[in-house]
């Protein structure tokens, strides 16, 4: 079984920046496939950015420049850096950790762009 935490998100002004890390408990993290997502309110999960069990990382074009993902597997742990944060990228953002048929998500952070 494995479980996912996020964990990062708050309150942030126009312009600011965030990190924010999903850790993985289970086995053999290194394996999976993790991705980041992102629900605001009143629309439908998007996908935001995401890195394979190679380690290579893949963005939604709209995202690209702006977010990067990474992962540690020392910690079982993969994060997304936000920068250049906008008020439209207020929503729960969620971490993903997909293999063949398997898919198991965390409880989602809130991120809210502010001033």
């Known amino acids: 079984q494995v479980q996912l935490v996020e964990s990062g998100g708050g309150l942030v002004q126009p312009g600011g920046s965030l990190r924010l890390s999903c850790v993985f408990f289970?086995?053999?993290?290194?394996?999976?496939?993790m991705g980041w997502y992102r629900q605001a309110p009143g629309k439908q999960r998007e996908y935001v950015a995401g890195?394979?069990?190679?380690?290579?990382?893949s963005y939604e074009d709209s995202f690209e420049g702006r977010f990067t993902v990474s992962r540690d597997i020392a910690k079982n742990t993969v994060y997304l850096h936000m920068n250049s944060l906008k008020p439209l990228d207020t929503a729960v953002y969620y971490c993903?950790?997909?293999?063949?048929?398997?898919?198991?998500w965390g409880q989602g952070t809130q991120v809210t762009v502010s001033s």
């Open positions: 289970g086995n053999v993290f290194e394996t999976y496939a």
């Open positions: 890195i394979t069990s190679d380690g290579d990382p």
């Open positions: 993903k950790a997909y293999r063949n048929s398997l898919a198991y």
